[in-house]
């Protein structure tokens, strides 16, 4: 998410001042690249979290991405590029989804997964009711046009699918690995 934040963000300083929806995306991701950083690497606390749960980090940085992976963040550089940065606040509104405190409490104590693994879904239930109502005032206060409000709306529906279909195979692939799970 980090990178594709950043990359937003470049592209938006190149086109600001004179297009004001990006100078405000801007400065919105100015303040919340930080709020996402979670260790000096991207993605370090999630590799961390991996980790406890006895996945190789080592193996994980090496690997590629599944293809729906690549196809979500590959069509978010897409529009940033070639249609308006704006675009990753589609992506963004993930974070209006995030994980249910109790329901994660739950999964722990049902399934006996260590903690320290779940670290940065326990932290991010607290932090993405905060981000999205953030995220959404920052929606609200751009001049945006109807080719923005499409473009947001487009990311986030193809965001959101994509995701849905990468959580579906996890599971199916989980339910193939242990036959208990069916």
């Known amino acids: 998410?980090?990178?594709?934040?950043?990359?937003?963000?470049?592209?938006?300083?190149?086109?600001?001042?004179?297009d004001r929806v990006a100078d405000?995306?801007?400065?919105?991701?100015?303040?919340?690249?930080?709020?996402?950083?979670?260790s000096e690497e991207p993605g370090g606390a999630h590799l961390?979290?991996?980790q406890a749960l006895g996945v190789d980090p080592v193996a994980v940085r090496a690997s590629?991405?599944?293809?729906?992976v690549a196809a979500l963040i590959g069509a978010q550089y897409y529009w940033?590029?070639?249609h308006h940065p704006v675009a990753v606040l589609g992506f963004l509104e993930l974070e209006a989804f995030h994980p249910h405190r109790p329901t994660l409490e739950r999964m722990i104590e049902r399934t006996g997964l260590p903690r320290e693994g779940l670290r940065q879904l326990l932290l991010h239930a607290s932090l993405d009711a905060v981000h999205a109502r953030d995220l959404h005032r920052v929606i609200d206060s751009l001049p945006l046009e109807p080719r923005h409000e499409q473009l947001i709306g487009l990311s986030a529906l193809q965001t959101i699918a994509l995701w849905a279909e990468v959580l579906h195979d996890v599971v199916d692939r989980g339910t193939q690995l242990d036959p208990a799970a069916r």
């Open 24 to 38: 405000g995306l801007a400065a919105y991701l100015e303040r919340h690249i930080p709020e996402e950083m979670h």
């Open 64 to 68: 590629l991405p599944v293809p729906k």
């Open 48 to 50: 961390d979290d991996l």
């Open 80 to 82: 940033i590029f070639h």
């Open 1 to 18: 998410m980090v990178p594709l934040m950043e990359t937003a963000l470049e592209r938006a300083r190149e086109l600001a001042p004179a």
